[in-house]
């Protein structure tokens, strides 16, 4: 099959996508496929491009043209068919353009399958407010959360009071302040002590224009990845810092990765079951990873729904996978045939 990987894009995630999508384009090819790399902020990677990112080498060699993804926008469609007759394109972008459904409605002109959610579904995963909406209403727990007053209306004259005094008062503390529309923890504070709120909120919106104040649950961290309609075994993160963070998912040694989590049988059932409801929630499609907390008192909390979840070494579902059996390349190859299946029946 011949295959077309993006990855890289302009997005606080640039990093981790070339990471991500070297490496699947690495196990594609190690399956028989014919396979394509395409940074989107700078255009078809040669073979030596490719090692050097396998190799870590990865902001330093290929720079990214803040203006690349502007232009790919305006010319997917006549990019694509310029491409020796691609079948599929495996999206190994994360986060901005890449993520939150406007590259997936491009890729729908073109009538190319491509590889994960559609354009709805992954702008609704994207948007965590209107995700943990969806949540609640699909019978998810989620955790307690406002979004923040941002650039323009007038925080200083608020001082403790106003939105900050409705925090403390409503969700206690500490509490997560993130971007809205991101990923990777990128942009991410915990906020211990009121006085803090507004400098964790101003960091968060040099990432996005909406901000959440999110009720900070205690207790472990896990995740469940979805692929097709089959819960994967579920994970347990043990990170070194509080959260997991961008530090700890993306640096070897940061966190511990248990799969599969020491659960009951009965709790994994039901966290598998939660994944499955935030799955169907915001209409995905293809795979995802969906991640909880599990609250002291045995409560499963849903944080987010990733629609491009990472596929580096370090990623949770590839360690999924492997411990369902299934070794890097073929999950690789049955996310392709995924995209395939699913744009045949449409």
């Known amino acids: 099959m011949k295959i077309t990987v993006l990855m890289g894009g302009t997005s606080a995630e640039r990093d981790v996508s070339l990471a991500s999508g070297v490496r699947v384009a690495e196990a594609l090819r190690s399956r028989g496929h014919e396979v394509l790399s395409v940074d989107t902020a700078h255009g078809i990677l040669s073979a030596p491009d490719e090692q050097a990112l396998l190799g870590g080498k990865i902001v330093k060699t290929i720079p990214p043209d803040v203006q690349a993804l502007v232009r790919l926008n305006a010319q997917l469609p006549s990019t694509l068919r310029s491409l020796p ?10 986060g901005g353009q890449g993520e939150d459904g406007t590259l997936q ?24 407010d209107l995700s943990k909406h969806l949540f609640r209403a699909a019978g998810v727990p989620t955790g307690d ?10 925080k200083r004259e608020r001082g403790k009071g106003g939105f900050a005094a409705d925090v403390e008062r409503e969700l206690g503390l500490p509490v997560i ?7 990777s923890t990128v942009g991410l504070s915990i906020v211990r002590q009121i006085g803090e709120l507004w400098d964790a909120i101003d960091e968060a919106a040099k990432y996005d224009d909406e901000v959440m104040v999110e009720q900070f649950i205690p207790g472990r961290e896990l995740t469940v990845g979805i692929l097709g309609d089959e819960a994967l075994p579920v994970g347990e993160i043990i990170p070194v810092h509080e959260i997991y963070d961008y530090e700890c998912k993306y640096t070897a040694g940061m966190a511990q990765e248990i799969f599969p989590a020491d659960l009951t049988p009965e709790e994994t059932r039901m966290v598998q ?4 409801r935030a799955f169907r929630a915001l209409k995905l499609r293809g795979y995802a990873r969906i991640d909880f907390r599990m609250s002291p008192e045995g409560v499963f909390y849903c944080l987010e729904a990733n629609t491009l979840p990472g596929m580096t070494a370090l990623s949770l579902i590839p360690q999924a996978a492997a411990a369902a059996g299934i070794s890097f390349p073929e999950l690789c190859e049955r996310i392709v045939r995924l995209a395939v299946d699913d744009r045949g029946a449409q």
């Open 145 to 154: 959360w406002f979004m923040a007053p941002v650039a323009g209306e007038g």
């Open 105 to 128: 409605a491009l890729l729908d002109l073109t009538g190319v399958p491509y590889t994960g959610s559609g354009h709805l579904a992954s702008a609704l995963a994207m948007d965590k």
């Open 177 to 183: 302040v993130k971007p809205s529309k991101q990923g």
């Open 273 to 276: 079951e939660l994944a499955r």
């Open 85 to 94: 007759s691609t079948e599929v394109v495996f999206l190994a972008l994360h």
